[in-house]
T-cell receptor, first 118, second 114 residues
Framework: AQTVTQSQPEMSVQEAETVTLSCTYD???????LFWYKQPPSRQMILVIR??????QNATENRFSVNFQKAAKSFSLKISDSQLGDAAMYFC???????????????FGKGTHLIIQP | DAGVIQSPRHEVTEMGQEVTLRCKPI?????LFWYRQTMMRGLELLIY????????DSGMPEDRFSAKMPNASFSTLKIQPSEPRDSAVYFC????????????FGNGTRLTVT
């Protein structure tokens, strides 16, 4: 079974600074998909960014970018120019290609609580 | 696009009562997922459907939990009888075909069983 580990329960960063959230995963598959979701206090789950394992280029969405190291099974999220609205729980998630025999859906890490200091 | 719609947003009930949570997925999405979120266990996949058919319910904790998807636009998660340890936030999510797609989540139902 796949597992996703987020080793930082909480991170704090000054507004306008850069912060990196860590994520590692364990899988025996070669093709899969990785996601970062944000959950603000409203508890809504918001997609931040996604990465296909077969793509070597790191995904970028405005101030959010990832550092995907497939051999190391690492998928970190970098937030540049942190803003107060970035304060939330951040979840790393893994999705396997659908094989027709089950095992779909996202496997989530336990999350990192990001605090933005004004 | 209204997104995934869940109801109710909050539910408070007494132990032993039946609870039904409802979900309307995004139109055109053929996969639907039910998740449970607690502080202790994080986000857990309970069950998912593909084209209205339950594919994997291995995450359903006990026989007290059941889920149905009678058509492509509606699903329910039922707990009968409810227990205090069922208190959690329950999310419904949907996804279009293809596992390179992200899941789109509803706003969740916060269930409190007293």
């Amino acid at each position: 079974a796949q597992t996703v580990t987020q080793s930082q329960p909480e991170m704090s960063v000054q507004e306008a600074e850069t912060v990196t959230l860590s994520c590692t995963y364990d899988t025996s598959e070669s093709d899969y998909y990785l996601f970062w979701y944000k959950q603000p206090p409203s508890r809504q789950m918001i997609l931040v960014i996604r990465q296909e394992a077969y793509k070597q280029q790191n995904a970028t969405e405005n101030r959010f970018s990832v550092n995907f190291q497939k051999a190391a099974k690492s998928f970190s999220l970098k937030i540049s120019d942190s803003q107060l609205g970035d304060a939330a729980m951040y979840f790393c998630a893994y999705r396997t290609p659908y094989s027709g025999g089950g095992a779909d859906g996202l496997t989530f890490g336990k999350g990192t609580h990001l605090i933005i200091q004004p | 696009d209204a997104g995934v719609i869940q109801s109710p947003r909050h539910e408070v009930t007494e132990m032993g009562q039946e609870v039904t949570l409802r979900c309307k997925p995004i139109s055109g999405h053929n996969s639907l997922f039910w998740y449970r979120q607690t502080m202790m266990r994080g986000l857990e996949l309970l069950i998912y459907f593909n084209n209205n058919v339950p594919i994997d319910d291995s995450g359903m904790p006990e026989d007290r939990f059941s889920a149905k998807m009678p058509n492509a636009s509606f699903s329910t998660l039922k707990i009968q009888p409810s227990e205090p340890r069922d208190s959690a936030v329950y999310f419904c999510a949907s996804s279009p075909g293809g596992t390179n797609s992200p899941l789109h989540f509803g706003n969740g139902t916060r269930l409190t069983v007293t």
